[in-house]
């Protein structure tokens, strides 16, 4: 019994009254809202029991988005707290709060969502296959996803946030230094989220292998499956790593054992140790998609194949087996021999070699190709100077004799955004604007997608690069303030200034989302780019069982050869088949609910409850278990209905929004 | 997803679905290996570190951990046999060594959790030192993992009894054959590397 019933509600703090009293009112509305338009029977049916790879997908993205807003936020509050010297906008709890906060959300619950949302979309469409392999599964990592969230996000109205930090070394996250439960709800939270990880991870791996399309053989298969199989492995191989560490977590600040406490024998050292062998490809199950994605939007609007897929293949595959061996350089000043760190430099630096080869198949990619300058493309080209940039500084922070300068500075936090937000959210924005007509069936406005992309991109560096020159002069990172004599000041604003810039940019693409939404063209074809995958071969939006009939593959780039030799299989009557889907189901989404209750039940450390709404868990097993739903056949009238419409459309009429 | 039968392959293998299903259960496997793996390593790193507590040899009984082991290690036998007679479309020898497999689980089960009321009546609690911490959690892991084992076969003995043998309840039984010759492997490591190395240390 950790908590008493006077701490449940986080209170005294009039920022986060406001929020609260702003919470509770948005829950009342959208709540009154539902029931007052009826939607709710359209919510539960079209949405919340789906297992269509499409629409998981798509709420997947949307969870991105709106944590995006979350850990933006958090981003902006310590912005504004550290523009001036002696500031006491946040008092130092509260900016450990926040940073805390901020890390873990941008990782696992906007940059995971994000790609595994598109992952999810885009997949099962360009390998020609009519969902993942497991759609139940998917469903349930969804909604696994999304409690984990839930829970990870109320901490900051109920109980109080975590605290110690991204990465929660021991002894600071233990009871004895961090005796609150906001840890609590970093160890449980993202044990839940982390189990519907690995679950994704799983699905991935099995729907790259079995499902692909007749003919499709891996090295014809397009850069982002390539990539999204790779990272599936790496979640498979990771996370069951930070279950344990989890796990072990839970234990030490629940039940009062000695894994990383000093006292009784532990040893703080392997939570940083078993943190950071998940930690550290978990970067690369973040990145490596958002490069595949870059390999098709290059080769899509500089028009030609990818340059050097093989070597492109090769890279990754060395890249995946690199990020389990690199893990001590996070904490090359904790300790360590000189011949472990000596190793782990030197994996360490290797990864710059498969990545500096991706980097030159960009862009010889785009070398004498006919560029079109879409918002998409903007984004891919300005990830290639701008990741650079985070790499370069990387191979600097690699060398371990040198890392003890740069250890713990603004240095490090400007490298690391260099790399994450080019490498992971410019591409994730590339994606959204390339894929969205795929999944709404019209296109981003494309003005407004450029101020998204000018501000965004401007007011990243604005803001981040000055902070490696603060880094430089002894800025520490995680430091709620500073006194006017460092000096630090100038440089403190000028990269406030650019934050808001980058939240202005960010408000721009939900300005473009709201405005696209209520005016953009719906007559636009199923290929408005003229792209080369087979995603782009059936209806946009895509009907509910992907394609009619499932392509046949010849080459890489499939969809661009059927358009080249007029190979595209036209509608007749006798060649559609029935075609089988899975039905709709309660299940995944009830887990979601009491992982929820029992997580929270957990947090608070009321064990026997947790355990009794554990059964629920268990009961939903059994469910599951006995469970024979055949699911449902699409019949073949409404089959050829719904083809003739879209395909007797794509020939007259269709506006191509680029050329 | 497609309902196409090859009539050629073993029952479990028959649909497309099904071998989709037991790929992804031996990857998920994977995942276990790992799991254990770090579970293992963990051990590796406190098992010596007693502060003050009782150390490996105070406390293991070596007739109990036979025991244990003789009733696993059965159990993954009567499992084989059960899948044999599966293949042979006897579901009565099936179910028959399936029951059996659980016993033989239940048994050890019983076994495990005297050893541990044992250990925390001696005063070894989890609470007690980083190696009974590091103890309690790798050999409770498996311990659950056998619990759930026991309640998964449970309802799938119901699911034969209702249906039959059809490509879809003998892909279920398949895979839960996997899943316990796994834990019967993860046993022989514990076996070896906490319980004879820590009576030889």
């Known amino acids: ?659 | 997803m497609s309902a196409k039968v090859n009539a050629a392959l073993p029952l479990e293998y028959q649909t497309e679905q099904n071998r989709m299903n037991i790929l992804g259960f031996w990857v998920f496997l994977g995942a276990e290996i790992v799991l254990f793996a770090t579970l293992f390593g963990v051990y590796g790193v406190l098992g010596e570190r007693y502060a003050g507590g009782p150390t490996q040899k105070d406390i293991f009984i070596v007739k109990d951990v036979m025991i244990q082991t003789f009733l696993l290690l059965t159990s993954s036998f009567t499992m084989g046999i059960s899948i044999f007679e599966m293949r042979r479309s006897n579901i009565k020898g099936m179910l028959m060594w399936l029951v059996f497999t659980l016993l033989l689980g239940g048994g050890f089960l019983f076994m495990e959790i005297r050893e541990f009321m044992h250990y925390v009546h001696e005063g070894a609690t989890m609470q007690t030192s980083a190696f009974l911490s590091s103890f309690f959690v790798l050999l409770g892991t498996h311990g659950l993992h056998v619990t759930i084992g026991i309640g998964w076969a449970i309802l799938l003995i119901v699911q034969i009894v209702q249906r039959g043998l059809t490509p879809v309840t003998a892909r279920k039984a398949f895979i839960f054959g996997l899943y316990w010759h796994f834990l019967d492997v993860v046993w022989i490591f514990i076996f070896t590397f906490v319980y004879l190395q820590g009576l030889v240390m």
Do not use: C
């Not at chain 1, 939007?297 to 690199?326: D, E, P």
């Not at chain 1, 990545?355 to 560029?371: E, P």
């Not at chain 1, 693409?509 to 087979?534: E, F, H, K, M, Q």
């Not at chain 1, 006995?626 to 699911?631: A, N, V």
């Open chain 1, 1 to 659: 019994m950790g908590i008493k019933w006077d701490e449940f509600f986080v209170t005294g703090d009039p920022l986060i009254f406001a929020s609260q009293i702003g919470i509770a009112l948005t829950l009342v509305g959208a709540l009154a809202g539902l029931t007052y338009f009826k939607k709710w029977n359209y919510l539960w049916s079209e949405w919340f029991t789906t297992v269509d790879h499409k629409k998981i997908g798509i709420m997947y993205i949307l969870v991105g988005v709106v944590m995006f807003l979350r850990g933006g936020i958090d981003g902006l509050m310590m912005k504004g707290q550290t523009a001036v010297p002696e500031n006491d906008f946040l008092n130092a709890q509260h900016y450990n709060e926040v940073f805390t906060t901020h890390g873990v959300i941008m990782i696992l619950f906007v940059a995971m969502p994000l790609l595994i949302g598109l992952m999810n979309f885009v997949i099962p469409l360009q390998i020609g296959a009519r969902d993942v392999a497991f759609p139940q599964l998917n469903a349930l990592s969804f909604w696994l996803t999304v409690s984990g969230a839930a829970l990870f996000n109320i901490s900051f109205i109920i109980g109080g946030s975590p605290d110690a930090g991204w990465t929660s070394y021991f002894p600071l996250a233990g009871k004895e230094f961090s005796p609150g439960i906001g840890n609590n709800f970093y160890a449980v939270a993202l044990q839940i989220a982390g189990a519907g990880t690995l679950m994704t991870g799983i699905n991935f791996v099995v729907t790259v292998l079995k499902m692909r399309t007749k003919g499709m053989t891996l090295m014809k298969m397009p850069m982002f499956t390539w990539t999204s199989f790779i990272t599936s492995i790496i979640i498979v191989a990771s996370f069951p790593i930070f279950t344990v560490a989890l796990a072990l977590m839970t234990f030490d600040r629940t039940f009062g054992t000695h894994f990383f406490t000093i006292s009784g024998g532990g040893m703080d050292m392997l939570w940083a140790n078993l943190f950071w062998l998940w930690g550290h490809p978990e970067v690369y199950i973040v990145v490596l998609p958002a490069f595949g994605m870059l390999s098709d939007i290059i080769s899509t609007f500089a028009r030609k194949t990818l340059y050097g897929y093989k070597s492109m293949v090769i890279s990754i595959v060395m890249i995946s087996v690199l990020s389990m061996l690199v893990w001590v350089h996070h904490f090359f000043t904790m300790g360590n021999s000189a011949g472990v760190n000596s190793f782990f430099s030197i994996t360490t630096m290797a990864i710059a070699i498969p990545t500096g080869v991706k980097v030159f198949n960009w862009l010889f990619t785009m070398r004498k190709g006919r560029i079109k300058f879409t918002t998409a493309m903007l984004w891919a080209l300005a990830f290639v100077p701008n990741f650079v940039i985070g790499g370069v500084t990387g191979v600097m922070l690699a060398m371990a004799a040198a890392d003890y300068q740069y250890h713990n500075t603004l240095f490090l936090v400007a490298h690391f955004h260099y790399v994450l937000i080019p490498g992971v959210v410019f591409p994730i924005f590339a994606g959204l604007y390339f894929w969205w007509p795929k999944m709404f069936g019209y296109m981003l406005n494309e003005k407004i997608g450029k101020w998204h992309f000018w501000l965004f991109v401007v007011g990243f560096n604005v803001t981040f690069m000055p902070m490696f020159f603060l880094g430089l002069d002894g800025a520490v990172r995680r430091a709620y303030t500073y006194s006017a004599e460092t000096g630090f000041g100038p440089l403190m604003m000028i990269s406030a200034v650019g934050s808001v810039i980058l939240a202005a940019g960010f408000a721009a693409l939900v300005y473009n989302i709201y405005w696209s939404a209520r005016n953009a063209d719906r007559n636009i074809g199923n290929d408005p780019w003229d792209a080369r995958t087979l995603e782009w071969a059936t209806a946009t939006p895509v009907q509910h069982y992907n394609f009619a009939s499932l392509p046949e593959v010849t080459k890489l780039d499939a969809f661009w050869h059927m358009k080249k030799n007029n190979q595209l299989q036209p509608l007749s009557e006798d060649e559609i088949e029935e075609i089988h889907l899975p039905s709709n189901t309660w299940i995944p989404i009830y887990m979601g609910v009491v992982f929820g209750i029992s997580g929270f039940l957990l947090v608070f450390e009321w064990t026997i409850a947790a355990g009794v709404a554990a059964i629920g868990i268990l009961a939903g097993l059994a469910f599951r278990s006995f469970d024979y739903d055949e699911g449902f056949h699409v019949h073949k009238d409404e089959i050829f209905e719904t083809e003739s419409k879209w395909r007797k459309g794509a020939n007259k009429g269709v506006k191509n929004h680029v050329s």
